[in-house]
């Protein structure tokens, strides 16, 4: 079934938020100044941040990859408490529902796009590039255009699924 991309975008719109929120925190963690951040438009790009030159490469690399982190543990720790609820005792109430389709949303906008993947590339094919972040960072790339491509195929949704649902109820099996 196809739907577009935007409505995917909109409905998930806590997600968009959260990964630009995620690149301006790790600019400012690394004392970036920020330009502009658009956090939500319907429109693409959903959102970006704009920002100074970052003069350290590993720097740069982190400020890309930034969503990935974030996202994916704030995904994780949003549906958390509503695992429970919804999944084991079928006690559930809409607040539990809610925090379900939060964690998703977010943990879904984890992947980098594939603007952060062209940053990256072109960090990591400047000569003044460390080696040890170049053997990092070209794998890195690969793995956004493979998650970009994943994507079609709801590869974003099948990882917001995994950590929102999936890893809460790992962890509550192993501990029953």
């Known amino acids: 079934m196809f739907i577009p991309g935007i409505l995917i975008t909109i409905a998930t719109f806590p997600g968009v938020i959260v990964h630009e929120l995620a690149h301006q925190l790790f600019c400012r963690w690394f004392k970036i100044p920020v330009l502009k951040v658009v956090y939500f438009q319907a429109s693409n790009p959903a959102g970006y941040v704009l920002h100074e030159i970052v003069p ?4 740069s690399m ?3 990859v930034g969503p990935f982190i974030v996202n994916s543990l704030l ?3 949003i549906a958390f408490p509503a695992a429970l609820p919804v999944f084991k005792f ?3 109430n ?3 529902y809610l925090l379900i389709y939060l964690g998703v949303s977010i943990a879904m906008h984890a992947f980098p796009s594939t603007g952060d993947a062209n ?3 072109k960090d990591v094919k400047d000569p003044e590039t460390p080696f040890w972040a170049k053997i990092i960072g070209y794998p890195v790339v690969g793995l956004i255009y493979i998650g970009s491509i ?3 195929f709801w590869l974003d949704l099948a990882y917001g699924v995994a950590l929102a ?3 809460p109820n790992l962890l509550i099996a192993l501990m029953a």
């Open 150 to 152: 994943g994507s079609f």
């Open 94 to 96: 809409i607040g539990d």
């Open 75 to 77: 995904g994780m720790l």
């Open 119 to 121: 940053n990256i590339w």
């Open 62 to 64: 982190l400020i890309s």
């Open 56 to 59: 350290n490469k590993w720097h």
């Open 90 to 92: 079928d006690n559930a």
């Open 165 to 167: 649902v999936g890893l």
